[in-house]
């Protein structure tokens, strides 16, 4: 297993500003995930960030409302930009096993904006 | 379309009752079947998964799950519920294998447990 923890676990912020959400692995891992959780809803993936290229975004998420940094194997970053009520959800960040595809999470960023 | 269905958002039992919660899916290939749990405020903890082999699985906390391709269902069971149970679960599936992170998941289940 992983052990993974984000920062801010929460925050409340201002409509039209820019928030940027860490997350750290205790091990090294080839992908890191990041979903979106919406109030009372799944969980979708908003992108696959790979170390030493550009993540890549699913359907419905684009680079300039969501830009992912991964400096290394360990850590990634996540920034809402220019947010808005809709953006207000838990954003969560996740690594998978090796062989299985199974997801470890971390406890997540739950976002409120004003 | 791969998808996850989960059809009851909200099921309530008394503690010590046995617990059931469903989740069916539609995917072209053989898939691999996970049960999720979150907690208020936490983020979310695998209780259990399938991938081949006995299609009945345990898992953390005295889950199981059975896998029924011909349904195409994979529900979640308990035999007693303890108040500690209320979260809510959301089943998921995926391709598995490599570093797979695309999982999709059901809008979950939220159980309330009462006295």
């Known amino acids: 297993s992983a052990v993974i923890s984000q920062k801010p676990s929460r925050d409340i912020c201002q409509r039209g500003t820019s928030l940027t959400i860490q997350c750290q692995v205790d091990s090294q891992v080839t992908m890191m995930f990041w979903y979106r959780q919406q109030p009372g809803q799944s969980l979708t993936l908003i992108a696959t960030?790979?170390?030493?290229?550009?993540?890549?975004?699913e359907s419905g998420f684009v680079i300039d409302k969501f830009p992912i940094s991964r400096p290394n194997l360990t850590f990634s970053t996540l920034t809402v930009s220019n947010m808005s009520p809709e953006d207000s959800s838990i954003y969560l960040c996740?690594?998978?096993?090796?062989?299985?595809?199974?997801?470890?999470f971390g406890e997540g960023s739950r976002l409120t904006v004003l | 379309a791969q998808s996850v269905t989960q059809p009851d958002i909200h099921i309530t039992v008394s503690e010590g009752a046995s617990l059931e919660l469903r989740c069916n899916y539609s995917y072209g290939a053989t898939p691999y079947l996970f049960w999720y749990v979150q907690s208020p405020g936490q983020g979310l903890q695998l209780l259990l998964k399938?991938?081949?082999?006995?299609?009945l699985v345990q898992g953390i906390k005295g889950f199981e799950a059975e896998f029924k391709r011909s349904q195409s269902s994979f529900n979640l069971r308990k035999p007693s519920v303890h108040w500690s149970d209320a979260a809510e679960y959301f089943c998921?599936?995926?391709?598995?294998?490599?570093?797979?992170?695309?999982?999709?998941f059901g809008k979950g289940t939220k159980l309330s447990v009462k006295p």
């Open positions: 998921a599936v995926g391709a598995g294998g490599g570093s797979q992170g695309n999982l999709i």
């Open positions: 996740s690594v998978a096993s090796s062989g299985t595809g199974e997801l470890f």
């Open positions: 399938y991938f081949s082999g006995d299609t």
């Open positions: 960030a790979n170390q030493g290229s550009e993540a890549t975004y």
